[in-house]
T-cell receptor, first 114, second 114 residues
Framework: ETGVTQSPTHLIKTRGQQVTLRCSSQ?????VSWYQQALGQGPQFIFQ???????GRGNFPPRFSGLQFPNYSSELNVNALELDDSALYLC?????????????FGPGTRLLVL | AQSVTQLDSHVSVSEGTPVLLRCNYS??????LFWYVQHPNKGLQLLLK??????LVKGINGFEAEFKKSETSFHLTKPSAHMSDAAEYFC????????????FGTGTRLQVFP
């Protein structure tokens, strides 16, 4: 176990709704990254937060947004859900030191959009 | 742009025989490379990491990988497969220089038969 937790574990929403996913980072880590893993695919980088600021974004539309809190936990928000948003959403935490740090992944939240 | 290509979507081996999971990378700079494993209904776990030190990298559970710049490869090997090795394996490269944002391959599913 990595110490990274995510909630909820599973979620069912309908198209057009909004969803919030939560992530608690491993103790001592100040960076959280979010990834989307569609069925049968590798995870894709959504964005990263470092000390409450967005620190890089992948090829995802603005309806994917996030927050990081002073305790370094994080939220991923998705507005106007589409069927293709159905996926496993993974968060990963790391301790940014200016180099290539190892990311530690949580178990994920599985989102189904109907 | 950075990318990784996993050459086999499925690999099947018998327990006790060697494992070879193949990965080629494309990078405009000297990359950092990783192998992660994902067991069913579990989060991603780091197997090993290459960051321009020794080209032969030893990881957990008897896995190792060799960075070959001339072949742009980073293949994962294990001398003797165990039933518990059955999982999805991802070859991963960093998004850009000196960052921990990750680009994942499409994955290789390893089956181990008794």
């Amino acid at each position: 176990e990595t110490g990274v937790t995510q909630s909820p574990t599973h979620l069912i929403k309908t198209r057009g709704q909004q969803v919030t996913l939560r992530c608690s980072s491993q103790s001592g880590h100040n960076t959280v990254s979010w990834y989307q893993q569609a069925l049968g695919q590798g995870p894709q980088f959504i964005f990263q937060y470092y000390r409450e600021e967005e620190n890089g974004r992948g090829n995802f539309p603005p309806r994917f947004s996030g927050l990081q809190f002073p305790n370094y936990s994080s939220e991923l928000n998705v507005n106007a859900l589409e069927l293709d948003d159905s996926a496993l959403y993974l968060c990963a935490s790391s301790s940014a030191t200016g180099g290539v740090e190892t990311q530690y992944f949580g178990p994920g939240t599985r989102l189904l959009v109907l | 742009a950075q990318s990784v290509t996993q050459l086999d979507s499925h690999v099947s081996v018998s327990e006790g025989t060697p494992v070879l999971l193949r990965c080629n990378y494309s990078s405009s700079y000297s990359p950092s490379l990783f192998w992660y494993v994902q067991h069913p209904n579990k989060g991603l776990q780091l197997l090993l990491k290459y960051t321009s030190a020794a080209t032969l990298v030893k990881g957990i559970n008897g896995f190792e990988a060799e960075f070959k710049k001339s072949e742009t490869s980073f293949h994962l090997t294990k001398p003797s497969a165990h039933m518990s090795d059955a999982a999805e394996y991802f070859c991963v490269v960093t998004l850009s220089y000196n960052t921990d944002k990750l680009i994942f391959g499409t994955g290789t599913r390893l089956q181990v038969f008794p």
